[in-house]
């Protein structure tokens, strides 16, 4: 596709389950990023890969909270035993980049997000 | 901790007024500071600025960073209701990680 998708849009679970919230960045974009944000709020942080790597996961709120981008491209956020407070929108991004190590930034396209209510 | 401020967080005006956004940042290793708007959807990219002093335009958006400051502002002319928005401002690093101020909300009324 053109843009960064993102699936399921709207997720409702109940407390205690676990969620994996999926993101397809755009075709060719090496970096992937994940955030959180609430209503009202500017993105937060969470964690992101280069290529497959993850480069940095200091934004990951517990050890509740993984990601992985194994062959590169498809991201998955996992949320692990879901709690009331975890309710957010989450949004992907990527961004194009010329390789690992480059000291670069670089425009960051959002998805569409998936809004996760836990109840 | 780094941080992102803007000011104001919410602003209502009128058609055809002129506004001005602001944003202060402390990031650590800053490398470039972006503006995104955001409707009911994802964040849409507006502006990436690296250099102190040099006027980035797009239509009637414009946008300037002064790194000595740490510093930066938003300017929207003759606003339009479709200028309604949060505008968002992110400090990125080198190494690419972004952090988001938590937006001003724009609202322009006919």
């Known amino acids: 596709g053109a843009g960064v998708s993102q699936s399921p849009r709207y997720k409702v679970t109940k407390r205690g389950q676990d969620v994996a919230l999926r993101c397809d960045p755009i075709?060719?974009?090496?970096?992937l990023y994940w955030y959180r944000q609430a209503l009202g709020q500017g993105p937060e942080f969470l964690t992101y890969?280069?290529?497959?790597?993850?480069?940095?996961k200091s934004g990951l709120p517990n050890d509740r909270f993984s990601a992985e981008r194994p062959e590169g491209s498809i991201s998955t956020l996992t949320i692990q035993r879901t709690e009331q407070r975890d309710s957010a929108m989450y949004r992907c991004?990527?961004?194009?980049?010329?390789?690992?190590?480059?000291?670069?930034?670089?425009?960051?396209?959002f998805g569409p997000g998936t809004r996760l209510t836990v109840l | 901790e780094d941080k992102v401020v803007q000011s104001p967080l919410s602003l209502v005006v009128h058609e055809g007024d002129t506004v001005t956004l602001n944003c202060s940042y402390e990031v650590t290793n800053f490398r470039s500071l972006l503006w995104y708007k955001q409707e009911k959807k994802a964040p849409t990219f507006l502006f990436m600025l690296t250099s102190s002093g040099i006027e980035k335009k797009s239509g009637r958006l414009s946008s300037i960073l002064d790194k000595k400051e740490l510093f930066s502002i938003l300017n929207i002319t003759a606003t339009q209701t479709g200028d309604s928005a949060i505008y968002l401002c992110?400090?990125?690093?080198?190494?690419?990680?972004?952090?988001f101020g938590p937006g001003t909300r724009l609202s322009v009324l006919p």
């Open positions: 890969f280069n290529y497959e790597a993850q480069q940095d």
């Open positions: 991004a990527s961004s194009r980049l010329a390789g690992p190590g480059e000291q670069n930034t670089d425009t960051q396209y």
């Open positions: 992110a400090g990125a690093h080198y190494g690419q990680n972004f952090v």
């Open positions: 075709s060719g974009h090496v970096s």
